[in-house]
């Protein structure tokens, strides 16, 4: 079992950036792809970013390539994502995830691949 609290979200400007953490417990995250994803309002979940479990592989979304960056630290059992250049429609409930890669599939894409979710932290980008 793995426990995930996001961090790091709030009201900023547009233009500014933001840094989410994701802290897990219950178990290392060494071995688990993970994932941000977000849910603006009226709208489904999507992926943002995802990593590998050794960090080397990564994944954007087209709409925050360029802007944001997945990171991970496994020695601290966390993960990161910094959004830099925040626009209005970044503005989203921020999930962070976990779940099992494998060796022809590094990086994990899709909500249904992963296995455990955080309970979200509020990004709002204001024009």
């Known amino acids: 079992q793995v426990q995930l609290v996001e961090s790091g979200g709030g009201l900023v400007q547009a233009g500014t950036s933001l840094r989410l953490s994701c802290a897990a417990s219950?178990?290392?995250?060494?071995?688990?792809?993970m994932g941000w994803f977000r849910r603006a309002p009226g709208k489904e979940r999507v992926i943002v970013a995802a990593i590998s479990w050794s960090g080397d592989s990564t994944y954007y979304a087209d709409s925050v390539k360029g802007r944001f960056a997945i990171s991970r630290d496994n020695a601290k059992n966390t993960v990161y994502l910094q959004m830099n250049s925040l626009k209005p429609e970044d503005t989203a409930v921020y999930y962070c995830a976990a779940g099992w890669g494998t060796v022809n599939r590094l990086v994990l894409t899709t909500e249904k691949e992963y296995r455990y979710w955080g309970q979200g932290t509020q990004v709002t980008a204001s024009s």
């Open positions: 219950g178990r290392t995250v060494g071995t688990y792809a």
